[in-house]
């Protein structure tokens, strides 16, 4: 029996993969050899160093920064005053404030026993009353 060209030239044109899978595994070998894995570091909220570093000297009254102590109870403090203020008070002061002195910034100096969400909200006060300069500072160290 006679077989058709055709029909014996489609049986022959396999193609073999192997050598192009062999292609493929040694790039990904060498591009997994070769990749710089980068490690994330964080910061750590409220360490338990001592800092014995001496404070940084007093600036004049003009460059004068806006100051939050957040107490134990969530109490907030604006610039050592003696009394707190509520939590509506926070936005209206710190407008005061920006417009006594445009360049001052806003320090926050939780309790730790302070919780997130009053920090948070202070901080959202700021930014929505154009104060981004913000920074979160770690309490005073107790004295034993």
Same mark, same amino acid.
């Given at each position: 029996?006679?077989? &058709?060209?055709?029909?014996r030239?489609?049986?022959?044109?396999?193609?073999?993969?192997?050598? $192009?899978?062999?292609?493929?595994? &040694?790039?990904?070998?060498?591009?997994?050899?070769?990749?710089?894995?980068?490690?994330e570091?964080?910061?750590?909220?409220?360490?338990?160093? *001592?800092?014995?570093?001496?404070?940084?000297?007093?600036?004049d009254?003009? *460059?004068?920064?806006?100051?939050?102590?957040?107490g134990?109870?969530?109490?907030?403090i604006?610039?050592?005053?003696?009394?707190?203020?509520?939590?509506?008070q926070?936005?209206?002061?710190?407008?005061?404030?920006?417009?006594?002195?445009?360049s001052?910034?806003? &320090?926050?100096?939780?309790?730790?026993?302070? *919780?997130?969400?009053?920090?948070? $909200? &202070?901080?959202?006060?700021?930014?929505?009353?154009?104060?981004?300069?913000i920074?979160?500072?770690?309490?005073?160290?107790?004295?034993?």
């Amino acid at each position: 029996m006679k077989k &058709i060209a055709g029909k014996r030239k489609a049986d022959e044109t396999n193609i073999d993969l192997t050598p $192009m899978l062999d292609v493929v595994f &040694i790039l990904l070998i060498f591009f997994v050899v070769t990749a710089t894995f980068l490690s994330e570091s964080a910061i750590s909220a409220a360490s338990s160093e *001592s800092n014995d570093a001496p404070p940084p000297p007093n600036q004049d009254e003009e *460059s004068q920064n806006i100051l939050f102590e957040i107490g134990p109870n969530d109490e907030i403090i604006l610039n050592k005053q003696p009394r707190p203020i509520i939590p509506t008070q926070v936005r209206s002061n710190i407008d005061q404030l920006k417009a006594e002195n445009p360049s001052a910034s806003v &320090i926050i100096q939780p309790n730790n026993n302070s *919780s997130v969400s009053t920090l948070v $909200m &202070i901080m959202d006060a700021a930014r929505q009353a154009g104060m981004y300069n913000i920074s979160v500072v770690e309490p005073p160290a107790r004295s034993r």
